[in-house]
């Protein structure tokens, strides 16, 4: 059996790695591991009864185009920005049409209500001396992530959604596991992490056709979700609109950016009410005199 330092490397390794959140720095010990990979076990059991609904709507409509539930989609709210011109700059990508928005909208809701939360060790100054605290950090993402993942293990991996699966950084190359339509995965504590160098990631995937592997082609939308104080970025979008692009063919640059969506949670989730309205061209006109 390795010894606890040694694990405890690989542990703070892996955590870092994770989307920018360093909560990996928290886990030290085996111990720690071990609660942490526990948690996430009975959270996966716990997945499936709690949308046992939303799976056994899918697997009647398995073979269902996605492009038809994207047609009675109203798209993201784009007249809702979390700071500065988030809304005016990301809108194309928030108001795309997403098919299954109210599935994933019930998903997301859960996981910023119910996430997994991990410990995390940070130092911080009181009186002149430097003290060492443990501060919980919730995995908001991860939680959706392993969400998505158990619907699509639960329909024999022909879920729609395809929770973070990998393509290679290079050739746009989808990154298939046993069956063709389930992500390849190389985490051990969660599925997620660590990934193949050079790799991306989209939060999650909508397949076009169940029964064929989520290659660029058959790939419907490619949503990047983002939780509270989780900020687009204009250089993470244009990575996955380059990732959606077809090496061939006609409006090349429009079909790839057309292929990506933001997500923001809760705003962009069916049922959200903005509390505010519209705001007209007249109106915005009296506002600068």
Do not use: H
């Not at 410990?119 to 995995?139: D, F, N, Q, W």
């Not at 990934?195 to 989520?214: H, I, K, N, T, W």
């Amino acid at each position: 059996m390795p010894a606890p330092a040694a694990i405890a490397r690989v542990i703070e390794a892996a955590y870092r790695a994770y989307k920018a959140q360093q909560a990996w720095e928290a886990a030290k010990t085996a111990a720690e591991l071990a609660e942490f990979a526990q948690e996430i076990a009975e959270r996966r059991s716990k997945i499936k009864q709690v949308l046992q609904v939303t799976i056994e709507k899918m697997a009647q409509e398995i073979d269902t185009k996605s492009s038809t539930f994207a047609q009675v989609d109203r798209g993201g709210n784009s007249t809702v920005s979390r700071r500065g011109n988030e809304n005016i700059t990301f809108k194309e990508f928030i108001e795309r049409k997403v098919p299954f928005r109210p599935a994933i909208s019930q998903v997301c809701t859960i996981a910023l209500q119910m996430p997994i939360k991990t410990p995390r060790r940070i130092r911080k100054k009181i009186g002149g001396e430097l003290v060492s605290t443990t501060i919980e950090v919730a995995l908001k993402q991860l939680t959706a992530s392993l969400f998505f993942e158990a619907v699509d293990e639960a329909l024999d991996w022909r879920s729609p959604l395809k929770a973070e699966p990998n393509y290679n950084g290079a050739s746009s190359k989808a990154l298939l596991g046993e069956p063709p339509t389930r992500p390849k995965r190389f985490g051990k504590v969660t599925p997620f992490w660590p990934r193949p160098r050079g790799s991306l990631a989209p939060d999650l995937v909508v397949v076009e056709y169940r029964q064929e592997p989520f290659e660029i082609e058959n790939v419907f939308a490619a949503v990047e979700i983002k939780f509270p104080r989780d900020w687009a970025k204009a250089i993470q979008m244009k990575e996955y609109v380059d990732l959606m692009t077809p090496e061939t063919g006609v409006n090349r640059e429009k079909i790839g950016k057309e292929k990506v969506a933001l997500l923001r949670v809760p705003e962009d989730c069916t049922g959200f009410e903005a509390g505010e309205k519209k705001t007209t061209p007249s109106a915005q006109t009296r506002k600068k005199r």
